[in-house]
C-alpha cells in the first residue's frame, strides 16, 4: 500500500498537465514569474527558500517545486519586494575609498579592517536615513535612492563623514558616483547598463569628490547644488552621451563658495 501511494505521488509530482497548469498561473499572478533562479533570490529567508527549491527543477520537473516556488512569487510581490518596472527610475549610488588598496599592502590586514569598520559607522546610517544599501563592495557600497537630491546630499555627508575620520594618523578620502536610469532589479539587487555607468562616474571622481552624470546633474537643484565639468579626466568606460560632473555644495548668499 505505502509504495503504491509513493508511486501515485510521484506521478502527480510529475504530471505535465499540472505543470503547465501551474507555470500558466505563476505568468499571470503577482511578483516575477521566473522567480527561483539565482538572479532573483536574496539573501533574506525567503530568498534562502527558493534557491534551496529551485534545484529540484535540475533533476526533475517538479509540482511541488512549482507551488513552493508560486507562493513564494506571491509572497515577495505582497510584501512590497517584487520587481521594479523596467521603466521606472532609480538613483544610484556608489562609493569607495580612493587609494585604499595601495595603503592597504603598507599597513596590513588588521589596520585596514579596522578602517573598513569606521567607514561602515559613519556611512551606512547616511546612506539608510534616504535609501537603501543594496551590497558592500569591499571599501565601498552601493546604494539606492528615492531622489538624486537626496543621494547627493548623502554622497556630499559621507564624504565629509569619513575625511575626519583618522586611522592611525591615516586620512581616508571618500569619493562617489550618482546616476540616474532604468536598472533591472532582480531579487535585492540591481543590473543592467545604469549600474555600470554609475560605477564608473564613480571611477572619474578624484579623492574626496562626489560625481554626477550629466542626467543626474539635469535633475539637480541648482539652488542647493553647484557642478563643475571634468574636463581633465572624463572617466573610463563612461558613454560617449554622458558627461560626468564634480558636484558640491552651494553656499548660503553673503557667504564665500
Same mark, same amino acid.
Given at each position: ?10 506521478? +502527480?509530482d ?6 503547465a497548469?501551474?507555470e ?11 522567480y527561483?533562479?539565482p ?10 527558500? !527558493?534557491?534551496?527549491?529551485a534545484?529540484? !527543477? ?7 517545486? /512549482? ?11 505582497h510584501?512590497?519586494v517584487e /520587481?521594479r518596472?523596467?521603466?521606472e527610475?532609480?538613483v544610484v549610488l ?13 599597513v ?14 559613519a ?16 571599501d ?9 537630491e537626496?543621494?547627493v546630499?548623502?554622497a556630499?555627508a ?5 575625511? /575626519? ?6 586620512r ?12 533591472q532589479?532582480l ?9 555600470n555607468i !554609475?560605477?564608473? +562616474?564613480t ?5 574626496g ?7 543626474t546633474?539635469a ?15 572624463r572617466g ?5 552621451d +554622458?558627461?560626468p560632473?564634480r ?7 553673503g557667504?564665500p563658495?
Amino acid at each position: 500500500m505505502r509504495r503504491r501511494m509513493l508511486e501515485a505521488a510521484g506521478r +502527480i509530482d510529475s504530471d505535465p498537465r499540472l505543470l503547465a497548469a501551474l507555470e500558466w498561473a505563476r505568468s499571470r499572478l503577482p511578483g516575477d514569474p521566473a522567480y527561483g533562479d539565482p538572479l532573483s533570490t536574496g539573501d533574506d529567508a525567503v530568498g534562502r527558500l !527558493a534557491a534551496q527549491l529551485a534545484p529540484l !527543477a535540475a533533476t526533475r520537473p517538479s509540482v511541488l517545486r /512549482e507551488v513552493g516556488l508560486t507562493a513564494l512569487q506571491v509572497w515577495q510581490a505582497h510584501a512590497g519586494v517584487e /520587481e521594479r518596472p523596467s521603466d521606472e527610475h532609480v538613483v544610484v549610488l556608489f562609493t569607495d575609498l580612493a587609494g585604499f588598496s595601495d595603503w592597504t599592502l603598507e599597513v596590513g590586514d588588521d589596520v585596514a579592517v579596522h578602517a573598513l569598520r569606521r567607514v561602515g559607522a559613519a556611512v551606512e546610517p547616511l546612506v539608510r536615513r534616504r535609501g537603501r544599501v543594496v551590497k558592500r563592495l569591499g571599501d565601498g557600497l552601493m546604494a539606492v535612492h528615492p531622489s538624486v537630491e537626496d543621494a547627493v546630499e548623502v554622497a556630499l555627508a559621507a564624504r565629509d563623514a569619513v575625511g /575626519e575620520l583618522d586611522v592611525d594618523g591615516y586620512r581616508l578620502h571618500l569619493r562617489a558616483g550618482v546616476h540616474v536610469g532604468t536598472p533591472q532589479q532582480l531579487g535585492g539587487d540591481y543590473y543592467g547598463r545604469d549600474v555600470n555607468i !554609475a560605477a564608473r +562616474i564613480t571611477d572619474a571622481a578624484g579623492p574626496g569628490e562626489v560625481c554626477v552624470s550629466s542626467p543626474t546633474r539635469a535633475l539637480l537643484d541648482g539652488g542647493r547644488f553647484a557642478t563643475f565639468p571634468l574636463s581633465r579626466r572624463r572617466g573610463k568606460g563612461v558613454p560617449p552621451d +554622458i558627461t560626468p560632473w564634480r558636484v558640491g555644495r552651494r553656499a548660503p548668499e553673503g557667504l564665500p563658495g
